[in-house]
């Protein structure tokens, strides 16, 4: 199968070479000529160090090559995806089966990546999400991996699984296309709130009150926009969380680290050097939360944070003073 992934950064990376290793002709594009041509004079890319790209690989700066494509992957930055979209459209054959792995809300707009990428290229072609817990580090040496296929059309999503899934990457099928690409925003919001804490060093009790009430939230914020519940407690919910905000792969959880050691927001965007994804999830969640009427006072208060300088302490001994509840409310009590 021809498979034509957008995107060289470190994921796009990853799974080119996952791909390349099950067998596909697969190529990686790059928006910049320079990075693609070094790419292929070294068979490396800098995002992941230590790791050679499959010689069977081909890397290009030319999005022409999507026009022979059964698959177009795109795994650019949320902040860029469009624009990425933009320039692939022209090269897209109706019925290509379109994959988002970019994981994010659309600044302004509060769009999901699959919405962009439809609204971008049309509605000829199906548009799969692809979630979970997945670190592009341990992919691209073969770690074992679990990730989710969601699209409203089943037979899309199977031809995503069947592509994607071997012996150290598998892939389940999902049809609720909001809850995966929520959950999957969400959870970058969440894991910078952890990095804070942990830099706080509030301890392991304070970590798990936060990601397990943070799970309530995205319930609620699912379910409100009309994804269904279930999806949180799976791989693109509660797998995604643990492992981004555990982990010292994760971008966000880094940033959130310097944060809550005293670094100003902006000083620990430029010290992590990749795009933090929660930075720009905050405000779009902020967003939806006020059209949807949610409460999320979680994300509100790591927006607080991150966008009106309030002090981590302060907004943590906040969360902490909040009005007496019920642990398990209608969100999940609801069939």
Not at 106 to 133: F, Y
Not at 241 to 252: A, E, G, K
Not at 258 to 273: C, P
Request: with cysteine.
């Amino acid at each position: 199968m021809k498979i034509f992934v957008f995107g060289s950064g470190a994921w796009g990376t990853a799974l080119a070479m996952l791909l390349c290793e099950n067998g596909h002709d697969v190529t990686l594009w790059s928006h910049d000529p320079e990075k693609a041509a070094a790419m292929v004079r070294s068979r490396k890319n800098p995002a992941l160090p230590g790791v050679a790209l499959p010689e069977a690989l081909a890397v290009t700066s030319d999005p022409a090559g999507a026009e022979e494509a059964q698959i177009v992957l795109f795994a650019s930055p949320s902040n860029v995806l469009r624009s990425t979209a933009e320039t692939a459209a022209a090269h897209i054959r109706p019925g290509t089966v379109l994959v988002s792995a970019t994981k994010g809300i659309e600044a302004g707009t509060d769009l999901r990546m699959s919405q962009i990428i439809r609204q971008t290229i049309g509605k000829r072609c199906p548009v799969v999400a692809l979630s979970g817990p997945s670190h592009a580090e341990e992919v691209s040496r073969q770690m074992a991996t679990g990730c989710v296929a969601a699209c409203e059309d089943p037979a899309a999503a199977e031809t995503v699984q069947q592509a994607f899934m071997n012996e150290m990457f598998r892939v389940y099928v999902n049809e609720d296309v909001v809850g995966v690409e929520l959950c999957g925003a969400v959870k970058n919001v969440v894991a910078l709130g952890c990095g804070i804490m942990d830099g706080l060093v509030l301890g392991d009790n304070a970590r798990a009150l936060f990601m397990t009430r943070a799970m309530a939230e995205i319930a609620r914020l699912c379910q409100r926009a009309g994804g269904r519940r279930t999806t949180c407690l799976g791989l693109a919910g509660m797998g995604d969380l643990i492992v981004t905000c555990l982990s010292d792969h994760s971008r966000n959880r880094r940033a959130g680290l310097l944060i809550g050691r005293g670094a100003t927001v902006a000083i620990a965007l430029r010290e992590v050097g990749a795009v933090v994804e929660g930075y720009y999830a905050a405000a779009s969640i902020k967003s939806m939360a006020d059209k949807l009427d949610v409460e999320l006072p979680i994300c509100r208060s790591v927006y607080g944070i991150l966008y009106e300088e309030k002090d981590p302490e302060d907004v943590f001994r906040g969360l902490m003073k909040r009005e007496k509840t019920s642990e398990f409310g209608a969100v999940w009590d609801r069939d």
